[in-house]
């Protein structure tokens, strides 16, 4: 059985501006972060770079369980004018390029664990209009990248379980999500988040279509995404963007995965327009 589970999507661009609050209280550091992730949606140019994934199955111990299926992609990111997805403000294309080393041929479909086309905005629980369905904690800990702070949050009411099917590939998402955001504490640039899975859930397979077998367990769903600055010109800015996603699926009835996406060569991209007459 193929399977593809998401805890949560993949791309993001993060731009950098000015102004910080310098008072480490909850409030301000929330309307710090809600600001900055509000000027990374108002400022957003089309981007599109060279996107590199690793998918490794796993045994029960999480060693490897034989060699890792290799891809690339070229991977674009622009604001969706049609208004069409009602779950994202931007449309995510991925072009293969290579699958282990060797050219893609035309029309090669993907594999279920090969990265979706769409995927929704890891930052978007930033926004203002968003935090309040989670709860946040200043947090203390140590070992985020050098010089940011930590801010811990908690998907409260944790979101329901969502399993959709598609022949013998089935993409789940919700169950509740927690983790920590890693930010500058002057210019709230987020470098690093962190994101767990609330609690395990069970995955009932379709009745009829692969006989009597007992639910899939997905017991864990991590994912760490890093962020960098990137220069850009004409005009001339830094962006944060994602440099790095691991993520970590530990399932039960299916095997166990790590992923992991490299992005880099990121440039601008320009979109045709054609304004016409009634």
Do not use: H
Not at 98 to 119: F, H, I, L, S
Not at 169 to 190: H, I, K, L, M, S
Not at 247 to 261: A, D, E, K, W, Y
């Amino acid at each position: 059985m193929r399977r593809f589970v998401i805890l949560v999507g993949a791309v993001a661009v993060y731009s950098v501006g000015a102004g910080a609050q310098d008072s480490a209280a909850p409030a301000f550091v929330l309307a710090g972060l809600a600001a900055r992730t509000q000027q990374y949606y108002e400022r957003f140019i089309s981007i599109i770079c060279t996107e590199s994934v690793q998918t490794q199955n796993l045994k029960t111990n999480l060693s490897p369980d034989g060699p890792p299926r290799t891809t690339v992609y070229e991977l674009s990111v622009s604001r969706d004018a049609s208004g069409k997805n009602a779950d994202s403000e931007f449309r995510v294309e991925r072009t293969l390029q290579t699958v282990n080393g060797r050219p893609a041929r035309k029309n090669q479909r993907t594999e279920c664990t090969d990265p979706k086309t769409g995927t929704p905005e890891p930052l978007e629980f930033l926004l203002a209009v968003n935090q309040k369905r989670y709860r946040f904690t200043i947090s203390a800990a140590a070992g985020g990248p050098p010089g940011t702070s930590a801010v811990d949050f908690v998907e409260t009411p944790p979101e329901r379980v969502r399993v959709t099917w598609e022949g013998s590939c089935f993409e789940a998402g919700g169950g509740g999500q927690n983790g920590r955001v890693w930010f500058d504490p002057q210019t709230y640039d987020v470098f690093q988040v962190d994101l767990r899975l609330a609690k395990p859930f069970l995955i009932v397979l379709p009745e009829g279509v692969f006989g009597v077998r007992p639910p899939i367990r997905v017991e864990r769903s991590e994912m760490t995404l890093r962020f960098s600055r990137v220069a850009f010109q004409l005009p001339d800015e830094e962006l944060m963007l994602p440099v790095a996603i691991e993520t970590l699926n530990v399932m039960r009835g299916v095997p166990s995965m790590r992923i992991t996406q490299s992005l880099k060569n990121y440039r601008r991209f320009l979109t045709k327009s054609e304004i016409r007459g009634n």
